[in-house]
């Protein structure tokens, strides 16, 4: 196995050594990262003076050379490697173009750092990538919103009729929800700083000044010298914001599935969910299973995990770098993929989303839905609060115990229950456009 490392050793690592400790069957997805890296160590070499400006075109070539194998699709990471910084040094080593000048290119430079920098870049083009996603499920929601923009449904509180919404607030809270966490994303963004310059743990002999580069040719920040060495090499919080920010937004997909999955049921029947978007039953065959939001309502078990994987991790690490921190990457890069994905599916899924009218017309013939409504106009005629609570408790009571609608109760009936109510009060009031256009205090309703 070719190492960056082995001169003090007398024996060759055992094979289950390497086997245990390699990495490359995961981090190879850093290959582009890396390069992109070792691009900019090796400016900061030049401007050094550690290489000359041939060595740095001959170095310059065969990084290039390796990144459009990569985003040709060509790379085909070698098992036999260590890790993926290794099986590049490699290819670099073995480039005839570039020959005895690859070994020049690990001068001033630790792994510790420059997985440290591949990681952190990384994690930068998946936020934006995640940011983009998430964006088009906001989009397909308003979508949504905007098509059922007349909508009403019944509300609820502990899964029991509260009071009549609008679809389109439903449907706004959660878009709500992903802006709070796109906010999130592009604060994790906003937090990652890219360095280079801390060696394994202590700096290097260039000075700072040198580590000072522009972001451009690959890199969406500047990078800069650390501020402080060992902090940088040991720091992994961004991982841990960044998968907090993903568990949320798991949290956030499985709250929807939820409610989606439950107004596709036979019992709700609120909504269709084409058939390009579920499956069916191997054994039963009128079943249309919302499978895909099943599965994703299932993802964020997996992303909570990931999460405390990592937490668990760095819990009593002393300073500065560990061998524990490479496995800090299979669950960062395994969230990042759930998270896309998901959120890639839905916003599809969401376009092809049918609210049916008239099954939720039928459920807001439930005059319960309106008892805040009766108590509301009570309050406004006079009637403490308190009380008019207690009156429409006795309507509802009323109602339930006789069997009779309120909008059948007569002058008589409601006028024994309080003299303010009477049959075209309550007709008025009982109205779902009524009770949503009453509710004025969202800032939305503000002239």
Known sequence: MSKLWGGRFSKETHKLVEEYCGSIHFDWILAEYDCIGSLKHIDVLKKARLLNASEHAKLAGGLKRILSSIHEGTFKPGPDFEDIHSYIQHLLEKDPKVGKTALKLHTCRSRNDQVLFDTKLFCLIHLLKTERALTSVIESLSSLATKYSTLIMPGYTHLQHAMPVAVKDVLGAYITMLERDEARLLNAYNGIELTLGSGALAGTMISAKHYKLPAKDGLTKPVNPPDNTLATVSDRDFIVEILSVLSIIG??????????????????????????????????????????????????????????????????????????????????????????????????????????????????????????????YLVENGVAFKDAHTIIGKLIKSKLKTQTPILSMTDQQLASIHPLLNPQIVKKIIDPKHSVSSKRSARRTEA
Request: glycine fraction near 4%.
């Open 251 to 376: 949290m956030h997909l499985s709250r929807l599935c939820e409610d989606m999955i439950l107004w596709s049921s036979t019992e709700f029947n609120f909504i269709d969910i084409d058939d390009a978007f579920c499956t069916g039953s191997s054994l039963m065959p009128q079943k249309k299973n919302p499978d895909v939001l099943e599965l994703m309502r299932g993802y964020t078990g997996r992303l909570y995990g990931n999460l405390l994987n990592v937490l668990v991790l760095l819990k009593g690490l002393p300073l500065s770098y560990n061998r524990d921190l490479q496995h800090d990457k299979e669950p960062l890069f395994d969230s990042f993929a759930v998270v896309q994905e998901s959120l890639t599916v839905l916003a599809e899924l969401l376009l092809n989303i049918k609210f049916k009218p008239e099954n939720l017309s039928g459920q807001l013939t439930d005059e319960s839905l309106y008892a805040t409504d009766l108590a509301d």
